[in-house]
């Protein structure tokens, strides 16, 4: 286990580079086995999801090379196992959620696929009925057998299906059935689509290939399906979440920050937010440039779908809340749980009561240093923000999630001044934790009951 190490204080400045978006990269890598011929993929960031996704995708008879930030990709099935043509590890698939995007692909080429439920982190309620669903109405014969989806077509073919679920469209379930639509058979409309960046990102990539898609970023996609799919280049869309967590570590140290190769038109909301706390940010295509105030006024926001302000980047806003001179109400419509990072930031020293699906949070003049834990990737994120921030030493225990979604985040924080490395953590057990966390919530009562 690895932690991160900050000592706050120290305001960010200078100029940094936006990697490719990892949530784009790994759909693109799946759609590698709709393909004859190699899929060359640039601006691919070295993080643990992509090396996941790659030993999943090798175990399916994909090669892959990586060289710097270029994938090279190229499906074989004749290749190898026989048995391992359809299946997709249970050990590999439960790291991570993007690898069940293997279903659709695998299915509509090669007739089979025999796939995992999927893993990642616990947000809360997160089917893949929507998927299955869909690729039911394209004609595949699904069950569920030990833990594993199974599902067969002799071929797909077109249909009008939906993507509509309890808390808005599934961005995977669109990337899933899109894929899988490429080669079936006919037409399919797929209303109540996402229309996340991510998923136009893809679509582009696989009309690179050959597919015959229209609709790409509105609610409503169609897609033509033709007999086979070829090979092609393509740059990998930048990362607007890696882009929105460098924007608001910014911001809660009162910095002044550059992007380069920022996906502007894709953070309008996050932007229109950071605005309303006082930064002060301009703007060209690709580039920008943020100056944060004295002091950040609240916010008020709710995560919704694409093109609202995105889930992945509720918690890095919690964290800047933590500072602003007021109160902000934030709430999430996409993932119920996403709120376990509270219990983190309170440990900072983060005012902040969670009613119902919103938490409202009581800006404070300053956070102190502590051990917090990263419970999941974006929760992980914003511990680091706010120990940025925070007055004295903060150690970001078990840093595998951020891993997962930032590469060598701490290494770029660093480049614009934050004192922050990576060392062995040194966290204690899980019982003496909880015994500390239970004294230091005794002496809280204690200090707080009335004399």
Do not use: W
């Amino acid at each position: 286990m690895e932690a991160f190490r900050i000592l706050g204080g120290q305001r960010l400045d200078g100029e940094v580079r936006v990697d490719g978006a990892k949530n784009a990269a790994l759909p693109a890598m799946a759609a590698a086995l709709l393909g004859d011929e190699p899929l060359r993929l640039t601006g691919v960031p070295r993080v643990t999801d992509v090396t996941t996704l790659a030993a999943v995708l090798r175990h399916l008879h994909v090669a892959v090379r990586r060289e710097n930030d270029i994938l090279q990709l190229e499906s074989d099935a004749s290749r190898g196992e026989a048995s391992q043509r359809f299946l997709a590890p249970q050990h590999l698939v439960a790291r991570m959620r993007a690898s069940f995007c293997v279903l659709g692909p695998l299915l509509a080429l090669r007739g089979r696929a025999v796939v995992s439920l999927p893993g990642g982190c616990h947000l809360g309620d997160r089917p893949v009925d929507l998927h299955l669903r869909g690729l039911a109405a394209l004609g595949a014969d699904i069950r569920l057998e030990r833990g594993h989806v199974v599902a067969e077509s002799k071929r797909l073919r077109g249909a009008m299906l939906s993507m509509s679920g309890r808390h808005g469209p599934s961005v995977t379930g669109t990337a899933n059935v899109l894929m899988a639509a490429t080669l079936a058979r006919g037409t399919t409309t797929i209303a109540s689509a996402a229309r996340e960046p991510e998923i136009v990102d893809l679509g582009r990539c696989l009309r690179k290939m050959g597919a015959k898609i229209e609709g790409l970023g509105t609610s409503t996609i169609e897609v033509h399906g033709v007999e086979q799919l070829g090979g092609a280049t393509h740059q990998v869309m930048p990362d607007r979440i890696e882009a929105a967590t460098l924007l608001a570590a910014t911001a809660i140290t009162r910095g002044q920050v550059t992007l380069r190769g920022a996906p502007v038109e894709a953070l309008q909301s996050v932007l229109e937010l950071l605005t309303d706390a006082g930064c002060q940010i301009d703007t060209t295509p690709d580039t920008i440039r943020l100056r944060s105030p004295e002091r950040l006024q609240p916010i008020c926001f709710t995560a919704r779908p694409y093109p609202g302000v995105p889930t992945d980047v509720q918690p890095l806003l919690t964290a800047l809340a933590t500072l602003g001179g007021g109160t902000s109400t934030i709430e999430d419509q996409v993932f119920s749980a996403r709120f376990r990072h509270l219990a983190e930031l309170r440990r900072l020293g983060a005012r902040i009561e969670l009613e119902g699906p919103r938490a409202k949070v009581r800006g404070v003049e300053q956070l102190t240093g502590a051990h917090v834990c990263a419970t999941d990737l974006r929760a992980g994120a914003a511990l680091v923000l706010a120990g940025l921030a925070a007055q004295g030493e903060t150690l970001v225990h078990d840093v595998a999630p951020i891993d997962r979604g930032h590469e060598r985040l701490e290494a770029k924080l660093s480049r614009l001044g934050a004192d922050i490395e990576r060392v062995p953590s040194q966290r204690r057990p899980t019982l003496l934790m909880n015994r500390q966390r239970a004294r230091e919530r005794a002496a809280v009562a204690a200090r707080s009951a009335p004399r």
